[in-house]
């Protein structure tokens, strides 16, 4: 049955131990994921406040991202709603600018057996460019073009910037995001959540 498939394979994520050599922090994958789930949130990788918490988004990143989707924190972490699959589960470490990218290793052995069992899915949020780039293979464009074109992009997904605080700035220089998209973004997700 489809259900212990996934809890297997949701045993087997937990335990993996494939990119621990590359991993400063020690492995910790984090997911969320329920067969049920209308929405997806493909992510990027866990920050260093959720390695430590296992938590999906929480940290500051969570809080923007909750108010972008109009939703509360039980809302979030309610599986049987919302999925919440990064491209590389656990935390990669700290780069120069920010966080390191997601191990690819990651998104090539788990993510589509992963997105085989979410087959109630109605939207799919692609936070950041490793999410587009993965979701949307043959895209041309920048994130800020992604984002913006969001009306282009196949039904049921919408590309986002990642709302860490990082981002203050891209968030200045595209008010059209918050006045054009997020009010799209909140109305398509409270119309799934209450369908």
């Not at 041309?140 to 009306?151: A, F, I, P, S």
């Amino acid at each position: 049955m489809p259900a212990a498939s996934l809890t297997s394979l949701v045993a087997q994520v937990r335990q993996c131990q494939l990119c621990l050599h590359a991993l400063p922090h020690g492995v910790n994958p984090v997911i969320q994921i329920d067969p049920l789930a209308r929405i997806l949130i493909a992510g990027q990788a866990p920050g260093l406040a959720v390695h430590k918490s296992g938590i999906p988004f929480d940290d500051k990143s969570g809080d923007r991202l909750r108010d972008w989707l109009g939703i509360d924190k039980d809302t979030l972490y309610d599986p049987k709603q919302i999925a919440i699959l990064p491209m590389g589960f656990c935390y990669p470490g700290k780069g120069k600018n920010g966080d390191l990218a997601p191990m690819k290793m990651c998104a090539q052995t788990w993510r589509q057996p992963l997105l085989n069992h979410l087959t109630d899915v109605k939207l799919t949020l692609l936070i950041g460019k490793y999410a587009q780039d993965y979701h949307l293979p043959n895209r041309q464009q920048t994130l800020t073009e992604t984002v913006k074109h969001w009306r282009n992009l196949p039904s049921g997904i919408i590309a986002l910037p990642h709302p860490s605080p990082r981002n203050n700035i891209w968030l200045a220089k595209n008010p059209w995001f918050a006045e054009d998209l997020l009010p799209v973004i909140k109305s398509t997700v409270q119309n799934i959540l209450h369908a």
